[in-house]
T-cell receptor, first 110, second 112 residues
Framework: RKEVEQDPGPFNVPEGATVAFNCTYSNSASQSFFWYRQDCRKEPKLLMSVYSSGNEDGRFTAQLNRASQYISLLIRDSKLSDSATYLC???????????FGSGTKLNVKP | DGGITQSPKYLFRKEGQNVTLSCEQNLNHDAMYWYRQDPGQGLRLIYYSHIVNDFQKGDIAEGYSVSREKKESFPLTVTSAQKNPTAFYLCASAGVSNYGYTFGSGTRLTVV
């Protein structure tokens, strides 16, 4: 079983839509959680960390559900520029290993 | 500005050649990592290092070698033993785990 699993998509949504991605992780000892954004042929860039209480950054909201071992990313009022692949990343609490999901592709269309 | 620099951006390798990808960071991060990404795939860990002069194999280390002689530098050599080296190679560094990774801009390696 993979450490981190994501729906690969693609999610095709119109501009202005709200879209949500989930990511499940297998190790209950996981302590740090992140969402990264990766544009085509570029390196991943940190979008936001995910805190236990949930956190929001503008149109983006991240939540953690430890009981069910998943994290989520909600994007409101989607923009064309949000089109990218979103990677879920989980860490066991030290910098030994960060586990990456294979990414969820989002296409925002006019 | 602090950051992590990979070079070259594009690299072409002939069959049977070894090539070395450079990764340098000035973030004062202790941990450094090499990942490989194939089209439409997730990142796979090749090697990682937490301190100078020490490194560990990741999930797909065969056909690769690394060194960590300086904190700032973590070069990756793709040897002729790596049978399918064409991929996007990403170097990353990390300090305190809660802040996640910082990635370099990647090296795209193609076998010709």
């Amino acid at each position: 079983r993979k450490e981190v699993e994501q729906d690969p998509g693609p999610f095709n949504v119109p501009e202005g839509a709200t879209v949500a991605f989930n990511c499940t992780y297998s190790n209950s000892a996981s302590q740090s959680f992140f969402w990264y954004r990766q544009d085509c042929r570029k390196e991943p860039k940190l979008l936001m960390s995910v805190y236990s209480s949930g956190n929001e950054d503008g149109r983006f909201t991240a939540q953690l559900n430890r009981a069910s071992q998943y994290i989520s990313l909600l994007i409101r009022d989607s923009k064309l520029s949000d089109s990218a692949t979103y990677l879920c990343v989980v860490n066991l609490g030290n910098f030994n290993k960060f586990y990456f999901g294979s990414g969820t592709k989002l296409n925002v269309k006019p | 500005d602090g950051g992590i620099t990979q070079s070259p951006k594009y690299l072409f390798r002939k069959e049977g050649q070894n090539v070395t990808l450079s990764c340098e960071q000035n973030l004062n991060h202790d941990a450094m990592y090499w990942y490989r990404q194939d089209p439409g795939q997730g990142l796979r860990l090749i090697y990682y290092s937490h301190i100078v002069n020490d490194f560990q194999k990741g999930d797909i280390a065969e056909g690769y070698s690394v060194s960590r002689e300086k904190k700032e530098s973590f070069p990756l050599t793709v040897t002729s033993a790596q049978k399918n080296p064409t991929a996007f190679y990403l170097c990353a560094s990390a300090g305190v785990s809660n802040y996640g990774y910082t990635f370099g801009s990647g090296t795209r390696l193609t076998v010709v």
